[in-house]
């Protein structure tokens, strides 16, 4: 076996000088430019998965059709994802993110002129491919900008607008559908990305490029096809009520594993892989990707089934279903500064430990709760559990950057959002596959909702385990 960007020197002996003390200027500035991406990122997701039924009436397209709107866009993010790291080596991680950012507002765009579902599919497969690049290399900006010693405050910082953009979505995607029209979910990039894009050409350091490193083809149709299948099988699986032996579930999964098999054995031999999976040796990244797997799943699983217990158990409207999700927004809002100050100091393991345990323990009521559960009881409970996911996810991508080199980031950065990504699949076929047997079985509508956040509990409890043992590899 050949590697040879992988090794076990300390990653602070390579890293820039850091201290624990103030974080300068610089970094900061990069932070408030690169977060501009990020909302876009996570908004745009919010916004579109609210606004499918409108938007499928005006274009008169059924809503089989138009969950390609949301499907072909996390599809094609799953396979940019992989060509990131490789991107960034050759042309500058500043001037990807730039790139990116640029793209993505236009196809906005695009998307908001689009009359025709299949043409807005198109569009939005584009825009996948475009936030796949942007939001890992807006970590990779970040990560190197702060150094494995000011990596938790800077991310738990930066984490703030992540997690309130979709807690706020459900109430913006509703005020705009109700009082503007759906071409405004994709036109409030626009201002957003223009900001972001005038900004970073000012404050981001673009990054020195490699023009003669060659992209692997061959890597590329195994690890984003691979990513790809797996992703869109677990869609499948979601949609189709849990069928396992359903052909559209087993045989993209069955050919997704055997595809990522395959360019684990192609990287493990190349001298220049396309993803260094050598990382792995690492036990602190490894660990720190485990966890974040069963986080991601927790995390995407909870955030897609609060919207459904207020509007299809409670009755509640959109609008008013947005401002119920207040609260867990702005439970992250609290925890993340603290979180990051807290990792920092203490570790990603720790801390992520203690927000898995929390949000379990705050899911569980949920599942005795009746439908009408009185909203001095939920709310805080929603606040609570915001806290918990905010301190379950973002210590896990800190410790997970902070274990490696700096020229390691931008495949770090992939393997992260990789992992989180399809975790977030798993969570949310979960959820649909719940809650689709429970409604074809006749039994109390409550019954789905009840065993849906006893699953939540449960992924949080197997992502809290295996925070365990990346406190425990910490502190080795």
Not at 67 to 79: D, E, P, T
Request: net charge positive.
């Amino acid at each position: 076996m050949t590697q040879t960007r992988t090794d076990n020197t300390d990653p602070a002996d390579l890293a820039p000088p850091v201290d624990s003390g103030k974080i300068p200027a610089h970094v900061w500035r990069t932070a408030f430019v690169v977060v501009f991406g990020a909302i876009m990122g996570m908004l745009d997701t919010s916004l579109i998965n609210i606004g499918l039924h409108t938007i499928g009436a005006d274009l008169h397209a059924p809503l089989a059709t138009m969950q390609w709107v949301a499907s072909g866009y996390l599809l094609a993010l799953g396979v940019s994802l992989t060509v990131c790291g490789w991107l960034a080596r050759r042309v500058g991680v500043g001037r990807l993110w730039l790139t990116a950012l640029a793209a993505f507002t236009v196809i906005s765009a695009a998307c908001a002129l689009a009359d025709t579902a299949n043409w807005l599919i198109a569009l939005r497969i584009l825009q996948g491919l475009a936030a796949g690049v942007m939001i890992p290399a807006g970590q990779t900006l970040l990560g190197q900008a702060a150094g494995p010693q000011r990596m938790g405050r800077v991310m738990g910082v930066v984490g703030v607008a992540v997690v309130g953009a979709p807690a706020l979505g459900p109430t913006i995607g509703g005020l705009m559908l109700a009082h503007w029209s759906w071409q405004w979910l994709f036109l409030i990039n626009i201002p957003l990305g223009i900001i972001g894009f005038g900004l970073g050409l000012r404050y981001l350091p673009l990054g020195p490029g490699t023009p003669g490193h060659r992209l692997d083809i061959a890597g590329v149709m195994l690890a984003g096809g691979g990513v790809a299948a797996i992703v869109y099988g677990l869609t499948e699986l979601g949609e189709g009520g849990g069928s396992v032996t359903a052909v559209s579930v087993w045989l993209p999964m069955v050919l997704g594993l055997l595809a990522l098999a395959g360019f684990i054995a192609r990287a493990v031999r190349s001298t220049r892989p396309l993803l260094d999976v050598g990382m792995f040796t690492n036990r602190v990244f490894a660990a720190a990707n485990t966890a974040g797997f069963f986080a991601g799943a927790s995390m995407f699983g909870v955030m897609v089934l609060l919207p459904l217990y207020f509007q299809v158990l409670q009755g509640t409207s959109l609008i008013r279903t947005g401002l119920a999700l207040i609260a867990f927004g702005a439970g992250g809002a609290v925890a993340l500064p603290i979180g990051g100050r807290l990792t920092d100091r203490y570790g990603g393991g720790v801390v992520a430990v203690a927000g898995n345990l929390v949000v379990a323990i705050t899911v569980l009521p949920f599942v005795f709760l009746p439908a009408d559960a009185n909203a001095l009881l939920v709310q805080p409970l929603l606040f609570a559990a915001g806290v918990g996911t905010a301190l379950a996810s973002t210590p896990l991508v800190s410790a997970a950057y902070a274990a490696v080199r700096p020229d390691q980031l931008p495949d770090a950065t992939a393997f992260v959002n990789i992992l989180q990504r399809v975790g977030g699949a798993i969570g949310v076929a979960v959820i649909a596959v719940i809650l689709s047997r429970t409604t074809a079985s006749d039994t109390d509508p409550i019954t789905g909702y009840h065993l849906s956040f006893a699953a939540v509990a449960l992924l949080s409890l197997a992502a809290a385990v295996a925070s365990v043992l990346l406190r425990n590899r910490q502190r080795a």
